[in-house]
Every structure is written in structure tokens, then in C-alpha cells.
T-cell receptor, first 115, second 113 residues
């Protein structure tokens, strides 16, 4: 089954404790992206990657890191999480660079709470 | 930054009613997508509209892209409880590269049986 898999689904951590949220897709998509979803703010892009070893900042990159060493994986790293990073996170991928002919496929989300 | 404003933010209706959700901007978009997100899941694409004035139908859902490609609407006929969810519009700005997708904040629809 074609899918984007995120882990974990739920994560509660403390301020300053490094964490990684994994994302893997099995559709051979070049483009991958991370979003956070917050009430009243909608979906905001954190980082995206057009291909292996190519990453770029989205609208809210502060406090996050990503890497794209393999085509299928795009982990999101929080080196020193803070409470304002409490959010619902989504990984997404699509096959092409052009939005109009390639829909975004989303994972089921990771709900992160930082205390 | 190109913004997409969705209205209404919340909508609660009875089964069988019709409804329209709006997605508006002052900017032109090269294409626009509608997604539906159900609780505990990621958004799922419903439709992509590309041409100004384009109308697409998906069963009881009708999507329209404005003539000037600045706005879009989603009309649901005879809503059912299974239509409950968060509806998101997302546009590809004409500036900034075609890989960029801007999301509206969503319309949360509840259809009561």
C-alpha cells in the first residue's frame, strides 16, 4: 500500500531533550515536506526537500533540523525542544515538483507535547 | 506572502442540507487544491483546479475556481454525516516557485444525523 509513515504517533517530552520524528514513504517520491498544524494557524511548512541531499527552509524553520540522506526517509529533528513546539506534525510527499499535477500524500501525524 | 482566507471557520448543519465553503485571496494562484482531513488522520486530496472558471464535480461535491484564479468554492449537496471533517484549500502561488503550496486555515464541518 502506498503510504507515508510517521513515528511515533504520540510523544510527550521535556524541554531540552533532543528528539527525532521519523518519516518514510514507499512511493519513490522526490519531494518531501514537514508541516505543523496549530489551532487558528492552520498548516505551516517547516522544511522541504526536493531530492536527496537537497533541503530548504519553509515558513517556520526555527528550532528544527532535517536531513535527506535517502530518498524514502526525511526525519525531523528537534535538538532542544521548547513548549512552543507543542503541535501536531505532518510529513508529506509528492512525486513531482509541480503542484498542479502531483498531490501531496500526508502521513497520519505526530502529536508532540513539550512540557 | 500570498494568503488564503477560508470561510466560514466552523459550520454545523443537519443531514440533507446544502452548504458552500469559500477560499479567497487577493493574489493569483496557478492552481488550487482542496483537501479533507478527518480526526486523527492527515489531509487527503479531493481535487485540483487549474483553469480560471473551471468546475469539477466529485459525487455530491462541486468545486469551482474563480475566473481570475484568486478564489475557489466548495459546494456540498445533501450533506451526510460522512462529510464531517476539516476542509482545507491550498494554492500554488504564481510567484516563489511552483513547489510552494499555501494552505488556508480550514473550515471545520460537522454534519449532524
Amino acid at each position: 500500500e502506498a503510504q507515508v509513515t510517521q513515528n511515533p504517533r504520540y510523544l510527550i517530552t521535556v524541554t531540552g531533550k533532543k528528539l527525532t520524528v521519523t518519516c518514510s514513504q514507499n512511493m519513490n517520491h522526490e519531494y518531501m515536506s514537514w508541516y505543523r498544524q496549530d489551532p487558528g494557524l492552520g498548516l505551516r511548512q517547516i522544511y522541504y526537500s526536493m531530492n536527496v541531499e537537497v533541503t530548504d527552509k519553509g515558513d517556520v524553520p526555527e528550532g528544527y533540523k532535517v536531513s535527506r540522506k535517502e530518498k524514502r526517509n526525511f526525519p525531523l529533528i528537534l535538538e532542544s525542544p521548547s513548549p512552543n513546539q507543542t503541535s501536531l506534525y505532518f510529513c508529506a510527499s509528492r512525486s513531482g515538483f509541480r503542484v498542479y499535477n502531483s498531490p501531496l500524500h500526508f502521513g497520519n501525524g505526530t502529536r508532540l507535547t513539550v512540557t | 506572502t500570498q494568503l488564503l482566507e477560508q470561510s466560514p471557520q466552523f459550520l454545523s448543519i443537519q443531514e440533507g442540507e446544502n452548504l458552500t465553503v469559500y477560499c479567497n485571496s487577493s493574489s493569483v494562484f496557478s492552481s488550487l487544491q482542496w483537501y479533507r482531513q478527518e480526526p486523527g488522520e492527515g489531509p487527503v486530496l479531493l481535487v485540483t483546479v487549474v483553469t480560471g472558471g473551471e468546475v469539477k464535480k466529485l459525487k455530491r461535491l462541486t468545486f469551482q475556481f474563480g475566473d481570475a484564479r484568486k478564489d475557489s468554492s466548495l459546494h456540498i449537496t445533501a450533506a451526510q454525516p460522512g462529510d464531517t471533517g476539516l476542509y482545507l484549500c491550498a494554492g500554488a502561488p504564481t510567484q516563489g516557485g511552483s513547489e510552494k503550496l499555501v494552505f488556508g486555515k480550514g473550515t471545520k464541518l460537522t454534519v449532524n444525523p
